[in-house]
């Protein structure tokens, strides 16, 4: 069962000289939590058996302290021939060693004022210290400050929201167990300890409940009960414990001797209690528990160890070694920058793009980060900006009118046609309405695929700022240029359109075939194919053979029957008619014309820029002879390495310790 224990001692060793944190891997621990003046100090001191904590008025403890203690028979060789039985080190401290407990105390209140200041504010980081004593057990311990509720003197106004939120990150670990500490002097009901023990272990399946100063209790049913754990509903036992008093600490009374006068007192007063009680069994008690949830935890701790391996060495190939050679390096970064912006666009390669408020259609507005390519980015801009846009413009704006245009454009006879000159300046007027929102689309096309430069370079080359921003920069620059030629394109394709209005069109027909017919031939033509048609479709016109041309017929026939109909009558119809061609040639225009802006985009701004935006990147930053600052690394990038490689070493390491356990 030792084994165990020393496994896990080395474990955290392992972690603690890499400097690393054992957050990622949540091993067993031990963690002690009480209110200010419960007696959680006296407990680890009898646990540790010896007084090295410091003591005062209000927060002493003011940084979490991992308490390793190691059972060691050998002796320690301090030079000249000198032999200890116990002494202590620190991890921030090196190999010096204390033999002292008031050293001991001294430096874990020098260290909590570097880290802390001398006011009275806290510390998450740890103090780690290793205890070797003979007659201690292999135990890890986690001391945290202790739960207040009003701050006095020189403690911050929400002391109590600062302590409680460490406390809660430790023990809401699911590997933690929490020994709640409560002085048997105050009602068990208001326990602070037990209440957050609660929170994050309602069904007590991981708290071991301690009451302290048992001394001090009234004698009667209701401590016994207590003691016998009626009362409180911890899965892992209550405890009940005797503070050292006054006079045993000045006195220097050893821990065996407080030890045999707590089992007497038990023995006395609870007979049938004495051998669940006192620090003894405390002790042994948690180094059972720490057993058998180590045991129990050890296959899940291997998977964990292994998936963080994983991790870590992923973020190591993503980081890459230091290169030596930065020509060589600033061609690999142009390389895969470009290589990844073109698999983007064909949606092979995805990057993280951060939720906000960004204008530019590829980024997320729901305020969450999401995978994202430039292809998924540029089809959002083709469906919710360009189509939906052109889509929301009035085919019939600014045509309420158009009776009166007609008027004012009539011949002396009344017209068997429609009116070329205005027909076509009216249905220019309207591919106009187009324009603004089609190079709109492109705007936001541009904005976009800034975006995309963003977090791509984000993706592949982000440990470089310098040269990220400098390929940002270029990168703007040659989408600006190909923005400029797909802005001429298209209004290129604008003035064509409005140059000639061609009602041969196969999608115009095909929305009114008769509608063609208006517009063909000489005016003699034109005329003998009005009045055939008149002929036909007094004769045989029938409702119902079709939407669209049901439609064109009844305007037809109204318009040809001038005689019939008064002057304003016939005027309407002709304003009918003509209303509704400019609308099928408006909307057969537009059709057109969302299809054209996505190719505009893809040509120029996409395809286009891709192919020339490697060149140009070589072209302007190889040649620089400030080469080597582009790849110079961030701190940030540093800082990343190094913590992962000391990490994934710290990672080989446990798993060679776990690899041990598991074969025997």
Known sequence: MERYLETLNELQDVFTRAGTSTSEIDLPQIV??????????SVLESIARVNFLPRGTGIVTRRPLVLQMTQEKKELDMGD??????????????????????????????????????????????????LHSPDIPSLTLVDLPGLTKIPVGEQPSDISRQIEGMV?????KPNSIILAVSPGNVDIANSESLLMAREVDPEGKRTIAVITKCDLMERGREPEALLEGSTVDVKMGLIGVINRTTEQLKNNIPFSEIMEIEQQYFGQLYPGLAGRMGTAYLTKRLSDILIGNLKECIPRLDEKISQLQLKHKKILEELGDRQSDPKHELLNMINTYTNAFEKSVDGSFTYTTKGGKGKAAGKNPGGRDRQMSAGGALREVFMRNCAESLSLIKADSGLDDLKERIRHCGTVGSPLYIQDKLFTGLVGNQISLLEEPALKSLQVGQDTMKGCIKDILDSTI???PTLSAECARISKEVLEKKTDLANQSLKEFMENEKAHINVDHPDFLDR???AGELFKGDEARRRQKAEEEQRRLNLSYMPGTGQNTDMLNSLMVKHRQGDVYADTVRAQNEAELMQKLIIMYFCTVRTKLIDTVVKTMMRHMVRDMLKELPSTLIGELYQREDVERLVVESEEVERRRDGSRRMYDALLSAQQLMGKILLK
């Open 32 to 41: 002690v939590v009480g209110s200010q003046s419960a007696g959680k100090s």
């Open 81 to 130: 021939g000198k032999l200890v039985k116990r002494w202590a080190k620190f991890l921030h401290k090196g190999e010096q060693v204390y033999t002292e407990p008031r050293q001991i105390s001294q430096e874990i209140t020098s260290d909590t004022g570097r880290v802390c200041g001398l006011n009275k504010g806290i510390s998450n980081k740890p103090i780690h210290l290793k």
């Open 168 to 172: 809660r990150s430790f023990i809401s």
């Open 462 to 464: 982000h440990r470089y």
């Open 512 to 514: 009114f075939p008769l």
